[in-house]
């Protein structure tokens, strides 16, 4: 049985966000295993820096909606140095990580905050800059997230939106399929099918002006299949049996059984498209 899109199955959040040990353990093995690519917030920084003009002066408020454990709102808040940098996320265990994690930065008031990206917590015209970075496709609805970002932007406000390649890891797909640990899982819906590398400009244009979009293919190589199934174990995609999930070493024994234990590589294009409130300058 092909399952459905656990990204947007409510009654799945709980267990994918529900505690920080899955989001941690995925961020880790693939940033450990990534050999090409910029980090994102930082490409996101570069971003803003090209659209912005010298006269814009200092960024009033900054929002990063998806904000997850605030590895990149850190990012955002230490090199663009806004007045004050709002966090958002639904699960509330994160953003309580998150404020653990970037906790005060001088001269900046940061606060992370709970809540729907379908109804910001933020006034009307608020924002300097908009963040939204691999989460839209979370929502069956993604352009009503994206009407939201338009409603919270200042007049003249940036927005910086972010998400993958629908065959995103396609190879890891092959390696599960094949091994027999999921013989469909090569035929499940992409985790990203509701906002990807194909559509996010198109989603954009329902709200916003679109004045760039940019892709960076990121390749990642994991160093042997211990390495593999520590990113495996976290991916949601997967219909594993249950002595597995959470269990990277009894993967780990079941791939050798299949494949030769080495390195494993694998890639995603990572798309971002800039774009401005409408009637803000181009």
Not at 197 to 221: M, P, Q, R, W, Y
Request: aromatic residues 6%.
């Amino acid at each position: 049985m092909i399952s459905t899109n656990p990204f947007l199955d409510p009654d799945r959040q709980g267990d994918l966000y529900g505690n920080v040990t899955r989001p941690a353990a995925r961020s880790g093995a693939l940033l450990r295993a990534k050999t090409a690519g910029l980090p994102v917030p930082v490409t996101i920084v570069e971003l803003v820096a090209t659209h912005r003009t010298a006269t814009d002066g200092r960024l009033e408020l900054v929002v990063d909606i998806g904000c997850g454990r605030g590895t990149g709102s850190r990012v955002l808040a230490e090199r663009l140095k806004p007045n004050r940098l709002v966090g958002l996320d639904a699960s509330l265990v994160l953003v309580n990580e998150a404020r653990r994690r970037v906790g005060c930065l001088p001269g900046i008031q940061v606060a992370f905050l709970q809540g729907d990206f379908h109804q910001l917590p933020l006034p009307d015209e608020s924002c300097a800059l908009a963040v939204a970075a691999f989460c839209l496709y979370h929502s069956p609805h993604p352009e009503r997230a994206i009407a939201e970002i338009a409603r919270v932007l200042a007049p003249g406000g940036l927005a910086v939106l972010v998400t993958k390649e629908l065959d995103s890891y396609r190879e890891m797909d092959a390696l599960v399929a094949t091994a027999g640990l999921d013989p469909h899982a090569q035929q499940h819906e992409s985790l990203y099918t509701a906002a990807h590398s194909g559509n996010l400009a198109d989603l954009a244009k329902t709200a916003l002006g679109v004045v760039a979009v940019e892709h960076e293919e990121h390749i990642f190589t994991f160093h042997d299949l211990d390495h593999a199934a520590q990113y495996l174990v976290t991916n949601p995609k997967y219909d594993l049996a249950p002595d597995l999930y959470g269990n990277p070493r009894a993967l780990a024994a079941t791939l050798r059984e299949w494949h030769p234990d080495q390195p494993v590589s694998t890639s995603s294009v990572i798309t971002y498209v800039v774009a401005r409130r409408r009637g803000g300058p181009a």
